[in-house]
Nanobody, 121 residues
Framework: VQLQASGGGLVQTGGSLRLSCALS????????MNWFRQTPGKEREFVAG????????RYADSVKGRFTISRDGAKNTVYLQMSSLKFEDTGTYYC???????????????WGQGTLVTVSS
């Protein structure tokens, strides 16, 4: 299983960014795809998740209404559209698979390499 995350960068407060996570070597039929983020000294935290088959979505309270997770079956890619970015959204964002809906990193199965998002104030 390989997950390739991309799309991070530097953006100003209030701006937008779209992250992508390309999957390979994985049968997505009933997997869950998730985005987590981590800043130095803090635990990796759940940001958003989507059930591949049904498209059911879940979000952390801190990003509800600002972030949107989606998937493209033809491209085997999961996206995280981030809008109205805040300084506290800064961190390294990771995509990860799981066998069920998860709220912590402990429930994830496979991880991508991470992509850095920096929101300047």
């Amino acid at each position: 299983v390989q997950l390739q995350a991309s799309g991070g960068g530097l953006v100003q407060t209030g701006g937008s960014l779209r992250l992508s996570c390309a999957l390979s070597g994985l049968t997505t039929s009933d997997n869950f795809m998730n985005w987590f983020r981590q800043t130095p000294g803090k635990e990796r935290e759940f940001v958003a998740g989507i059930r591949w088959r049904e498209g059911t979505k879940r979000y952390a309270d801190s990003v509800k209404g600002r972030f949107t997770i989606s998937r493209d079956g033809a491209k085997n890619t999961v996206y995280l559209q981030m809008s109205s970015l805040k300084f506290e959204d800064t961190g390294t964002y990771y995509c990860a698979t799981s066998d069920r809906a998860v709220a912590t990193a402990a429930g994830a199965r496979a991880w991508g390499q991470g992509t850095l998002v920096t929101v300047s104030s």
